[in-house]
């Protein structure tokens, strides 16, 4: 219980601090946000450790009518443990990566204000919690968007925001009508709508759950806010726009599958047949548009938009397998694509070069930064040794257990366009010749460096020992079947 | 003692605004003296209005009754305190005493010299008066009577401004409202000449026996009553007076007539609609779809237009058409979620509108700037206030945590039960509209580099004002108890009138 | 064709009122002078009045006054003669605080012409 309280509020209280810190050096603002960060990673470990041992952690209260709850499960602790850890890397990544940049404090206020929040998506227990939190993530995570305060920056904030809210208000329908139908909310027990008979009420619903989480999962044609929102720091495109925020709609998608509809239930709308195929379909588009940009970031945030829609494809399998495979998937993508935006923000810091086509020879200069970019470019093919092998080893199994073995095709398809998509720019960093040699910027890489090697090694110890993980896959899959 | 107390409470909520008035000009010298009359006036309100509620809880619906000079109730006129009536006067007083704390030692650069300021002071009382007596009237003619209280005051308050620009948005609003008023009149001509009363719960009954007689009389009562009461309440597109006045008037006095004035014309509508035409008449007659229709237009084009302005008072204004969209929506889904959700939005814009155009005003008077697009960075100049501007952005937007959304959720509720499919996707798209245009302003305040570093928050009493409406708007959002309880039992009130 | 003719001259005040009503109406929103928009109020008011009185009258009805020779006459309703002499005084405050408005536009802009006003305002912005 207070585990969850206290994990909960450290990165609150550590934002807090830094907002109201008297001007001080950025020493101690980094000691705070690292140990609010650290308190937030090791309280959520805590609150996993207890949930997954099978203990029940409830906090719920009504007021005005409306019942709020915090109640972790399975789901929620996988992703609370996916988001806090890597909160951790990224703090430590900031410190190297913002030495020297302006807005420093306003930067690390909703840094940490966005790991609470985060982890309220994450420990809701009720639909109303997390719309709360949902909403709230949006608003906290603008000020990191629109840092840079350029032009382009805003433009980005805007559309950001304009997307986020109008997804927020189709999920405040959906819930409005579910809570019409059931007049209950809470994941607590089965699924909600179980005992209600499909209705184009439910279709309706189903529709409006998956396009307004489906804005933040960035599922295409929703997902043009991603790209534009890549001007931010790149500790922030890769925490919250590899990981938390778009896995916030990811995981209120796999929420309304599995813990609103059931399995069961979801398989008898009609609806439910189109959404792998949606699935599908953003996956190709996604990496096929990822291959063709030019600019770095921009191709890590479509190919961002494709790895989304694995997991999703997999909670949509509504097989055990699909389920598992997400699972996986959830976990094995993000430290692979927090370590590729790691790698091109040490590139763009070091060099000054953003885009693909000034790479070569990079990697001569930077050889640990490439060998970390090299590892997950690995990891993104679903090569053996990484822990996306393993993932897609699921996504397929539970694809071809469903009966849709074109699906599985579909995943080979996508991990050959990825092959091209980041391997041959690995390749000619170390191989090809520099073109105008950029002298070193004398900066000390060290504090984005290793973060970066570290959740590559830790890529590739998941992929070695899948076990690590297995306990909270399982956990999930037993949750829901 | 306390028997003559509660029986005389409906009564002295009202008088006592209203006597302190007349006394006021009397003081118009001292105006130390003026302000705090005022402010002990609509104290004491916040008290009275807190004891009936706490009253009107506790008696579980039976409502404290007045009669006027002791004559019982078809031929005396009544005042009812139930829970609607307790519901608006706390929002009555508890909106005015924080608007009032903002005008102290702060109204002489908007209006003038100490005379003139006690004249503003004369005519907030008399607003306050009206509007506490909308709340417990329940006689018809005695509705007009305040309807034309409040809009005298209303008017007069606008005209506070010594800017002839103020003289004439005073002039259009009044002629536009006495249009108003005499349709209003006509409303309950009609009315009284097929029903023979005056007296709501009378003509209510005489209207249920008789309506199929009188079917014609019956439509064009309810489409004069419609009609006036839209004009007064700034119904879009019955609208086109209110941006003019709400943005040349000064900023309490903004703050007010968006805030409350609006409110008040809204709660006779509800009364007259609900207590005399009753939901079986309201559906019978198709008033519910022309109410709601009506309600979803004015909120896309309220919205709309708003994002359009520049002027920051303007944006303000056009957002109030907006909101008030959202109580005509709620008004025509007749179910006891919808009209909760309707009468807690009423509240919950009260407080967050003032708040905004209390902000609005502090801004302006700190830097003379009235166009958002010269505000970058007053956020840092000027933190409380535009704290305060924040939460009530928020809260207008229906984040979660502020009081706006509980009304949004009952609202969309309310209207998923009657139905409707496009309604609950007007209110989510009116909250996104709701965010283009408050969201830039923060955006301005906040984010964008500052060239100007004038500006610094207001004095102290209007920064408890600020805070004061803020903390309101969080408290409604967070733990709405008792307000929520009273609104869902003044729905059930109305809708149990066959 | 002769009931409707008989329905019109037994309720001409009615539709006196009516047609007072109309001619208000059409004054305040036609007329760009701010005197005749008052006056469209005015008439506006008055027909107003007229439906409400009429209402209350019985023709060849007594005086509302408690006659003790003869308890039992019929009465004229007095009810809705007392509310329009409240309707009249709001009426003219209303009346009194526009011409005082008037006068103040009249002051700073020189003219009573609302669309001039108008006009002008434009100009200074």
Redesign the interface.
């Known amino acids: 219980m207070i585990d969850l309280v206290l994990a909960l509020l450290s990165g609150a209280v550590g934002g807090l601090i830094i907002a109201f810190m008297p001007q001080c050096g950025s020493r101690l603002r980094n000691v705070v946000a690292l140990s609010s960060s650290a308190a937030g990673a090791i309280f959520s470990w805590r609150v996993a450790g207890a949930v997954l041992a099978g203990r029940t952690i409830r906090i719920a209260g009504t007021n005005g009518g409306l019942a709020w709850s915090l109640h972790p499960d399975p789901l929620g602790v996988v992703f609370a443990l996916i988001a806090s850890t890597l909160w951790l890397f990224a703090a430590v990544y900031s410190f190297g990566y913002m030495a020297g940049e302006e807005r420093q404090r306003t930067y690390y206020t909703y840094f940490l204000l966005a790991l609470s929040v985060t982890l309220g998506v994450a420990f809701s227990g009720n639909l109303v919690s997390l719309y709360l939190f949902y909403e709230l993530l949006t608003l906290v995570t603008y000020p990191l968007v629109i840092h840079e305060r350029t032009e382009e920056a805003m433009k980005a904030g805007t559309k950001y925001i304009v997307y986020s809210l109008s997804g927020a208000g189709a999920i405040l329908i959906a819930i409005v009508i579910t809570y019409s139908l059931t007049g209950n909310l809470d994941f607590g027990g089965g699924a909600l709508l179980a005992d209600v008979s499909p209705g184009p009420g439910l279709g309706w619903a189903l529709a409006l759950f998956v396009a307004g989480f489906g804005v933040k999962a960035a599922v295409i044609p929703l997902h043009r806010w991603l790209p534009q929102a890549m001007v931010a720091p790149t500790p922030i495109s890769a925490l919250l726009h590899a990981v938390a925020v778009v896995y916030s709609g990811v995981y209120g998608i796999l929420r309304v599958v599995y813990s609103v509809f059931g399995h069961e239930l979801i398989g008898q709308l009609g609806f439910s047949h189109i959404l792998p195929w949606i699935a599908a379909f953003t996956i190709l588009v996604g990496v096929i548009i990822a291959t063709q940009q030019d600019v770095l970031k921009r191709r890590l945030a479509y190919h961002t938009i494709s790895q989304l829609s694995y997991i999703l494809l997999g909670a949509f399998t509504l097989h055990p397998w699909g389920l598992a495979g997400a699972i996986l998937h959830m976990i094995s993508y993000s430290t692979l694509k927090v370590t590729l935006f790691f790698g091109a923000g040490i590139i763009a810091k070091q060099t000054g070069k953003v885009n693909v086509s000034e790479m070569s020879g990079v990697g001569r200069q930077l050889p640990g930064t490439l060998t970390a970019f090299g590892i997950a470019s690995l990891g993104m093919i679903g090569m053996m040794p990484l822990n996306t092998f393993w993932s897609k080893y699921y996504l397929m199994k539970g694809s071809v257990a469903w009966g849709k073995s074109p699906l599985a095709l579909v995943l080979i398809v996508s991990g050959i366009i990825n092959a091209f998509c980041f391997i041959p720019t690995v390749v000619t960093a170390f191989t090809g010749e520099m073109r105008q040699p950029v002298a070193n910027k004398e900066r000390d890489a060290r504090l984005m460096l290793v973060p970066t090697l570290l959740l590559a090694g830790i890529a590739l110890l998941i992929g070695l020992c899948p076990g690590l993980v297995w306990p909270g896959v399982d956990a999930v899959i037993n949750r829901f079947f | 003692m306390t028997a003559t107390i509660i029986s005389n409470l409906p009564v002295f909520v009202v008088i006592a605004p209203l006597f302190v008035a007349f006394v006021l000009s009397t003081f118009a010298r001292r105006i130390r003296l003026v302000e705090s009359l005022v402010i002990a006036v609509l104290a004491l309100g916040v008290l009275g209005a807190g004891y009936l509620a706490s009253l009107v809880l506790m008696q579980n619906g039976i409502p404290i009754t007045y009669s006027m000079g002791g004559w019982p109730a078809p031929w005396g006129i009544e005042l009812v305190a139930g829970s609607l009536s307790a519901f608006f006067l706390l929002l009555v007083s508890g909106v005015s005493l924080p608007v009032a704390l903002f005008t102290v030692a702060n109204m002489t650069h908007e209006v003038g010299g100490s005379v003139r300021t006690t004249r503003f002071y004369v005519l907030y009382l008399l607003l306050a008066g009206a509007l506490a007596g909308m709340a417990v009237t329940n006689d018809l003619?005695n509705v007009?009577?305040l309807v034309?209280v409040a809009t005298?005051s209303c008017?007069?308050l606008v005209?506070a401004c010594k800017h002839?620009?103020a003289?004439?948005a005073?002039?259009n609003y009044?002629?536009l409202a006495?249009?108003g008023?005499?349709l209003i009149?006509?409303g309950i001509?009609f009315l009284?000449?097929i029903t023979g009363h005056?007296n709501m719960g009378f003509a209510s009954m005489e209207l249920c026996r008789i309506w199929q007689d009188y079917p014609h009389v019956v439509w064009i009562a309810g489409g004069f009553l419609l009609v006036g009461f839209g004009v007064k309440s700034a119904l879009f597109p019955l609208h086109v007076w209110l941006p003019d006045a709400h943005s040349t008037a000064p900023s309490p006095a903004s703050a007010i007539l968006s805030g409350l004035a609006v409110k008040g014309y809204m709660i006779c509508f509800i009364k007259v609609l609900y207590n005399v035409f009753g939901a079986t008449l309201i559906q019978e007659f198709a008033l519910d779809r022309i109410l709601s229709l009506l309600g979803m237009v004015a909120i896309i084009a309220g919205s709309l237009f708003a994002v359009a302005q520049d002027e920051l008072k303007r944006r303000l204004a056009f957002s109030t058409v907006a909101q008030v969209g959202y109580v005509f929506l709620g008004l025509g889904q007749v179910n006891v979620c919808s009209l909760t959700g309707t009468l807690f939005h009423i509240a919950s814009h009260a407080v967050i509108k003032s708040g905004l155009f209390l902000a609005a005003g502090a801004i302006i008077a700190a830097t003379g700037k009235t166009r958002i697009s010269e505000m970058a960075g007053i956020g840092g100049r000027m933190p409380i206030t535009m704290a305060a501007f924040t939460i009530g952005s928020?809260g207008m937007?229906g984040?979660?945590?502020f009081s706006g959304f509980?009304g949004?959720?009952?609202l969309?509720?309310g209207s998923?039960?009657a139905g409707s499919t496009l309604a609950?996707?007007v209110i989510?798209?009116g909250?996104?509209l709701a965010?283009?245009y408050l969201?830039?302003i923060i955006?301005t305040a906040?984010?964008?580099?500052a060239q100007a570093t004038d500006g610094q928050d207001p004095g102290a009493p209007q920064r408890i004002a600020l805070i004061l409406l803020a903390a309101g708007v969080v408290i409604l959002?967070?733990?709405?108890?008792p307000f929520?309880e009273l609104a869902?039992r003044a729905a059930v009130e109305l809708l149990a009138i066959k | 064709m002769k009931t409707l003719l008989d329905k019109l001259i037994i309720n001409y005040p009615y539709f006196a009122a009516v047609i007072l009503f109309l001619i208000g109406a059409f004054t305040v929103l036609t007329r760009s002078n701010l005197f005749k928009k008052l006056i469209g109020i005015n008439i506006m008011e008055s027909a107003i009045f007229l439906m409400f009185i009429a209402a209350g009258n019985i023709r060849g009805g007594a005086v509302p006054i408690l006659c003790q020779s003869n308890p039992e006459a019929l009465y004229i309703n007095p009810v809705p003669s007392a509310l329009m002499l409240t309707g009249i005084v709001v009426s003219v405050s209303v009346t009194a605080f526009a011409l005082a408005l008037i006068i103040r536009l009249y002051q700073s802009y020189g003219t009573t012409d609302a669309r001039r006003i108008a006009e002008m305002k434009r100009e200074v912005t």
């Open positions: 003619f007009f009577v034309e005298l008017c007069g005209s002839p620009r003289a004439e005073a002039f009044l002629i006495t249009l008023s005499a009149l006509g001509g009284y000449i005056l928020l937007v984040i979660p945590l509980i949004k959720w009952h969309l509720s998923l039960t609950p996707l989510v798209i909250s996104v965010a283009a969201f830039p955006r906040y984010f964008e580099q959002g967070v733990a709405p108890g929520l869902s």
